[in-house]
């Protein structure tokens, strides 16, 4: 006979999984022996009055059956009847597999198996297996039962039962549908199904029909399997199979609640629970209460859940079901949990957890030990919560329970993720989310999303967290996960409300609060009315925000959520604190300490004890607020190292820029109250460890050859995504240089992102595993005392700026000594260096000797640039005399020369009087000044932007990530006005005498992201030795099939609309339509004629490629020289870059395009390398970290300086900046800073070259020696 077995997947999923055990009760054929006939008789009697028991299937039946078949074996045996005798123990082991005690099953079938061999019944034979299968089918051995049940095919094949190979292909069918191998289970149920209609056994075949529909439902194809299931349903009703059909409905019932039709889903159980009581299905009845109990839970209606779960409890312990019993107790857990009442939850699951373990049923015991941990999350007992996790996760891949295998992994990252251990969280759920589509399961690939994009919020990416959050949010509405759904919506609202958008972040919050409360998460909806506090508190409504957070407390407290309790009370506390009730909101900060560290959120306690230093600075008690703080970063800064991702590690570290600020303050505010403490250096000290970390981690790498130890597919794998990355940029330069359709864009776009994001992850792989990365000391930033031993000379000056909100500070460091000032907030003075920046980069704005008058809007343009000046020069201007300047910037000042800044007093701004100059004594001296619209620029020449463009079409925009300006007008009419007439007088020049210096006349000018950047840099020099030869230089390369140096170029004189449209459309894309700059042959020939030939190498045309730049050869140079077009992409900055030879000399398409990421894969030793390209010194901004872009790139591959400039230069004035440049350097032996230094002052001199714009972009980055 054929039995139904149902299996319980998934947290109370309960799956009516059809698996065809046969035990195959037969008549055996008698012996003639007479002597045996009174044992045979006794025997058969006992037989069937156990057979009797057995098909009741009752609690108590099932039990009073085994020892009738246990008196039954022995009299059989007594007669001598070996068939019979192996018949009783089989359904022997048969009762023991229906009561789940499946070792002892395992006894009594071993014990038939040799009886059935020994009489050679190949039949009996395949049964035993058949059932051995089952069990350890059963038991998770999933392996184990394969080898039984191949073992038991070919017998089946052998005695012609074709019903029975059936059988068994069905359970082979089962088991790889459980392991997870979909495919295989379907050949194997393909192979089943046309055996089962050949032999007429229509209720076999509306069984695998309805197995089949199992698996198109696990693989997501909701709709083929119901196709199937309604194959099989008209079936069962014909061959009066009433509990196959109630098992059908059943499963159909399952689909509809997978699809979020929660209504229809609750139609079909309806309909098969009366079947399954009709038949007396207790068993059944059980299982459908059970997923009835299951579709109220998901309905957030968790009383009436309840209710049938408990209707289904007595019946499970009626039939002897303790693997059902076991479910069912876990599903009750469930729901309490959900209630919040996580001790009664607890409960049932320690009920359910022996009983699953003694049945065998490891997938359960694993379901019901990671909702176990679930509790103890929850409470905030991460460590205890990851033991529970960590015992289900291996039975979960023992058993092939793909899904449960995800859900345990989701639940491991969130631990990992509330421990602040954001990088171990992604890796998790990294691990899910495919684990998640495979099984298509999607209500679970929305919540790994959600979590995804909850990883990468608190990390300070927002856009990439919403990205995930909109993928989840149409999945949570497909399935009918209206608490998911609310979860995500809050998600969202969090997101626009780290924008600034607030009232976009309400909108989300007020949907996502309803759900909640309609759903009864009253957890869920805790977090929501904290969220909206939140708001109302940065809206300064406070108390509202009040309303809100006290709504929310009681609720963290009744579902145990002890972590969202510390985090709502520090919220309280913060709202009093700027009501001004300082020990009021002491109390709060008091009672929310010991639960952050209690359950071990440290991000938690870090924003605490900021919060509670902020307090006690605001009431005088400055030491005591500096040991909180400094507590707090030792905790930022633990967290920031178990990020491995360098990218992430950037963005958590530019999130907690405002806790460092407040340090580096609340210093600064002790070093004024107590001036010979050493504060001043401690606060130096802070401001390093601000800045440029992660720079100096891989400064720190660059040398350690981390990919030693790695597993060699991790390396493979990451030479095959550079490569793929390569093979991308010549499609898209195919793609997009000639006739395309948006989507196609859009679509290769798309593409090379996530080959990037792919790079990216990969290489976060091999540091994480890298045994060499581990060994690695985390470089530490230097204090005031290793800045003057290790850093600096007599000569040598460093000046290190901190921007803050409130006040600014510098820093003015030399060998012996410091002083710190206090300067304007950093909005002051951005919007000062904002526009020094955009007068900077226009060609009309000047540095010249002029006398009399001028016109009143140059002395506007004026007095901003000595406002600038004055703020940051004059506090320090006594110090400066003729030393070398170290500039360690920030924010707005990264992008401004210093050179071009005058010399505090030489500004010359008075009112509307602007005093003349002479120019005695010093070079360089003069006013700035306009030239004025209408006056003649000659012809445009190019320059060496990323597009190609004529000067006369330059964009004014700074082309950096939070700029927040730009200028519209065209070149040379910056502040332009008319001329004044007779009626208004022009003011008249100052009696006085005023010289207006550049800071570069008295002074060299180095920059660096941090000084510690320079002390790194020394130590991997220190053992270096000098390349041999002096220089390396690619030039003039070629960019269009147009090029007159293309073979059988179809060049045209006019170019049609549609070309230039095209090459619009390449533009903005990124890939070009350039003009060829010649100014750059020009310079490089110019150097050229410096070094001998033997001593340099260099690459011109269609030589200036890809491949000469990678060529291991160049390591062998002591400067590379690049003069090309510089690509900015401040949004990724890894693709900016240097364009070199597009194409080939037949004028193929070719890879020109040398991006950050290939910069950092390459070995350039160079003792400087130059970029004479327009912007190469830009990136994107980011907070705490600097500008991102290609110097660091160039400082990975090996070069301890680099040139490079800070807006789209001149052809020409570079190729002119750069022949002086290396004259100086190469011919009278100046270092690369002097020579720098004197080539600007002599162009600086010159009327040709005098404006800033032309001399002032080139700025040295690193070693200045």
């Not at 550079?722 to 991308?728: C, E, M, N, S, Y």
């Not at 980069?841 to 901003?864: H, Y």
Request: charged share 25%; proline share 4%; glycine share 10%.
């Amino acid at each position: 006979m054929s039995l139904v077995f149902f299996s319980d997947v998934g947290v109370g999923i309960v799956r009516a999984s059809e698996v065809n055990g046969s035990t195959a009760v037969q008549v055996a054929q008698q012996p003639d022996d007479a002597s045996t006939e009174p044992n045979r008789a006794a025997a058969e009697q006992v037989f069937n009055e156990g057979w009797e028991l057995y098909q009741q299937g009752t609690a108590e039946s099932l039990p009073q059956a085994i020892p009738k078949f246990e008196q039954a074996a022995i009299l059989y045996r007594q007669a001598g009847d070996k068939d019979s005798e192996a018949l009783s123990l089989l359904v022997l082991g048969r009762v023991y597999d229906d009561l789940g005690e499946k070792q002892k099953a395992l006894e009594f079938y071993n014990q038939a198996l040799p009886l059935y061999q020994a009489v050679g019944d190949r039949g009996g034979e395949a049964i035993t297996l058949n059932n051995l299968g089952g069990v350890y089918d059963d038991l998770g051995e999933k392996q184990k039962a394969l080898e039984f049940y191949n073992q038991a095919l070919p017998l089946y094949q052998a005695v012609g039962d074709r019903r029975g190979e059936a059988t068994t292909l069905n359970n082979l069918g089962a088991v790889y549908n459980s392991l997870g191998e979909k495919q295989k289970a379907l050949e194997f149920y393909n192979q089943a199904l046309p055996l089962l209609r050949a032999v007429g056994d229509r209720g076999g075949e509306a069984r695998t029909l309805s197995n089949i529909g199992l698996v198109y439902s696990d693989l997501g194809e909701k709709q083929k399997a119901l196709e199937f299931y309604n194959q099989a349903l008209p079936l069962r009703r014909v061959v009066g199979d009433r509990g196959g059909e109630a098992t059908t409905l059943s499963n159909i019932g399952l689909v509809y609640s997978d699809l979020g039709e929660k209504q229809k889903a609750l139609e079909f159980y309806n309909q098969a629970l009366p079947l399954r009581r009709a038949v007396g299905d207790r068993g059944g009845e059980a299982v459908t209460l059970s997923n009835i109990g299951l579709v109220y839970s998901d309905l957030g209606e968790n009383q009436k859940a309840l209710e049938f779960y408990n209707q289904a409890l007595p019946l499970r312990r009626a039939v002897g079901d303790r693997g059902g019993e076991a479910a069912t107790l876990s599903n009750i857990g469930l729901v309490y949990s959900d209630l919040g009442e996580k001790q009664k939850a607890l409960e049932f699951y320690n009920q359910a957890l022996p009983l699953l373990r003694a049945v065998g049923d490891r997938g359960g015991e694993a379901t019901t030990l990671s909702n176990i941990g679930a509790v103890y999350n929850s409470l905030g007992e991460k460590q205890k919560a990851l033991e529970f996790y960590n015992q289900a996760l291996p039975l979960r891949r023992a058993v092939g329970d793909r899904r449960g295998e995800a859900v345990t992994l989701n639940n491991l990252g969130g631990v990992y993720d509330d421990l602040g251990e954001r990088q171990k969280a992604l890796e998790y759920y990294n691990q899910a989310l495919p684990l998640r589509r495979a099984v298509g399961d999607r209500g679970g690939e929305a919540t790994t999303l959600s979590n995804i994009g909850g990883v990468y919020d608190d990390l300070g990416e927002r856009q990439k967290a919403l990205e995930y959050y909109n993928q989840a949010l149409p999945l949570r509405r497909a399935v009918g996960d209206r608490g998911g759904e609310a979860i995500t919506l809050s998600n969202i609202g969090r997101v626009y409300d780290s924008l600034g958008e607030k009232q976009k972040a309400l909108e989300f919050y007020n949907q996502a609060l309803s759900l909640l409360r309609a759903v009864g998460d009253r957890g869920g909806e805790a977090v929501t009315l904290s969220n909206l506090g939140g708001v109302y508190d940065s809206l300064g409504k406070k108390q509202k925000a009040l309303e809100f957070y006290n709504q929310a407390l009681p609720l963290r407290r009744v579902v145990g959520d002890r972590g969202g309790e510390a985090t709502t009370l520090s919220n309280i506390g913060a709202v009093y604190n700027s009501l001004g009730e300082k020990q009021k909101a002491l109390e709060f900060y008091n009672q929310a300490l010991p639960l952050s560290r209690a359950v071990g959120d440290r991000e938690g306690e870090a924003t605490t004890l900021s919060n509670v230093a902020s307090l006690q600075r605001s009431q005088g008690n400055l030491k005591e607020a500096l040991t909180l703080m400094e507590n707090s970063i030792t905790i930022i800064e633990d967290l920031r190292t178990k990020i491995g991702s360098q990218e992430l590690r950037t963005s958590y570290f530019a999130t907690v820029q405002g806790d460092y600020q407040f340090y580096i303050d609340l210093l600064m505010q002790l070093h004024q109250e107590n001036p010979n403490q050493g504060y001043d250096a401690l606060a130096l000290h802070a401001s390093e460890r601000s800045r440029a970390r992660s720079l100096l981690e891989l400064l720190t790498e660059a040398n350690a050859d981390i990919r030693q130890g790695v597993e060699p597919q991790l390396v493979e794998q990451e030479r095959t995504l550079q490569q793929k990355l390569d093979a991308i940029e010549k499609r898209r330069v195919e793609l997009l240089s000639g006739n395309h359709t948006p989507q196609q864009a859009t679509a290769i776009e798309q593409e090379r992102e996530q080959l990037l994001s792919q790079y990216r992850d990969i290489q976060t792989k091999i540091r994480t595993t890298s045994p060499r990365y581990a060994a690695l000391t985390q470089p530490e930033p230097l204090t005031l005392a290793e800045i003057q031993q290790q850093i600096l000379d007599e000569d040598t000056l460093l000046l290190q700026y901190s921007l803050g909100s409130e006040r600014s500070y510098l820093w003015a460091v030399s060998k012996t000594s410091i002083n710190s000032y206090k300067l304007p907030p950093r909005e002051e003075i951005e919007a000062a260096a904002k526009q020094f920046y955009e007068l900077l980069k226009t060609p009309g704005f000047q540095l010249e000797d002029t006398r009399g008058s001028i016109r009143v809007e140059n002395v506007k343009a004026n007095k901003a640039v000595s406002q600038l000046s004055e703020m940051l020069l004059t506090p320090v201007a006594e110090q400066l005399g003729n030393k070398r300047l170290l500039i360690v910037g920030d924010g707005a000042l990264q992008y401004i020369p210093f050179a071009a800044l005058p010399v505090p007093g030489t500004s010359g701004e008075d009112g509307d009087c602007v005093p003349s100059a002479r120019g005695k004594g010093l070079v360089g001296a003069g006013l700035f000044r306009f030239r004025q619209a209408g006056e003649s620029f000659g012809e445009p020449a190019p320059t060496r932007d990323e597009q190609g463009l004529d000067e006369s079409q330059l964009p004014h925009a700074i082309g950096l990530v939070g700029a927040g300006f730009s200028i519209s007008q065209p070149a040379g009419e910056i502040l332009a006005k008319p001329a004044l007439t007779a009626d208004k007088p022009a003011p008249t020049a100052c009696n006085e005498e005023t010289k207006i210096i550049p800071l570069l006349a008295n002074n060299e000018i180095v920059n660096l992201p941090s000084a510690t950047t320079l002390g790194i840099i020394r130590q991997e020099q220190a053992t270096r030795k000098t390349a041999p030869k002096a220089i390396a230089i690619l030039a003039d390369p070629v960019f269009s099939s147009d090029d007159e140096r293309v073979t059988n170029n179809k060049q045209k004189s006019d170019r049609s609309l549609s070309q230039q449209i095209l090459d619009r459309s390449a533009r903005e894309a990124d890939i070009g339509v350039w003009r060829r700059l010649p100014g750059t042959r020009t310079e490089a020939e110019a150097i050229m004629a410096l070094v001998p030939d033997s001593e340099r190498v260099q690459g011109f045309d269609f030589a200036a490629n890809r491949q000469m730049i990678t060529n291991p050869e160049l390591s062998n140079y002591r400067i590379i020289h690049l003069a090309t077009h510089g690509l900015l992409n401040s949004i990724n900055p890894e693709l900016s870059g240097v364009v070199l030879s597009l194409f080939d000399e037949q004028g193929n398409s070719q890879n020109g395009f040398l991006r950050l990421h290939d910069v950092f894969n390459l070995n350039l030793p160079a003792e400087l390398v130059v970029l004479s390209a327009c912007q190469t010194g830009l990136g994107q901004e980011v907070k705490g970290e600097g500008l991102v872009g290609l110097t660091r790139g160039f400082m990975y591959a090996g070069s301890p300086r680099v040139l490079v400039s800070l807006w789209n230069v001149s052809d020409a004035a570079t190729a002119e900046m750069m022949k002086r440049f290396y004259r100086k350097m190469l011919e009278e032996g100046l270092s690369a800073t002097a020579a720098l230094r004197t080539a600007q002052l002599e162009m600086q001199q010159e009327t040709q070259w005098k404006a800033p714009y032309y001399w002032a972009a080139f700025t040295l980055q690193g070693e200045w020696k």
